[in-house]
């Protein structure tokens, strides 16, 4: 989702630069003002981004460290590890990984995430 808003601000850098172009070759207004509505429709879906990006840090900020770093190996880190790592990694088994802490951290996240988008609407 980072990635996206850093690519969202550089196409509104881009659309930004394309009005200025369509001023100076004196273009339709038309087109001005479909890319000012353009601009307008990316910042949108960046601030929604922004909004779950927010939400999911605070609801993973309810975990406790190890439930955290579970759910970083196996979810938000490049690179997918597989339960056998996690478990050594984190000092419990892997099945205690997948089954428990997995299910514990799920559930927390959920209901977190669920009361953010409660105060939203």
Do not use: P
């Not at 659309?15 to 001005?32: A, C, M």
């Amino acid at each position: 989702m980072k990635v996206q808003i850093e690519y969202i601000d550089y196409e509104i850098e881009l659309l930004k630069e394309h009005i200025e172009f369509l001023k100076e070759l004196r273009d339709t207004e038309s087109s001005i003002i479909e890319s000012n509505k353009e601009i307008e429709h990316k910042r949108a879906i960046k601030k929604r981004l922004e909004e779950c990006i927010n939400s999911i840090d605070k609801a993973l900020n309810e975990l406790g460290d190890t439930e955290r770093k579970i759910v970083e190996l196996r979810y938000l880190e490049g690179e997918k590890h597989t339960w056998k790592e996690i478990g050594s990694i984190v000092g419990y088994s892997e099945i205690y990984c997948r089954k428990g802490l997995l299910d514990k951290s799920l559930n927390i996240l959920y209901e977190n995430i669920k009361k953010l988008i409660n105060r939203v609407e």
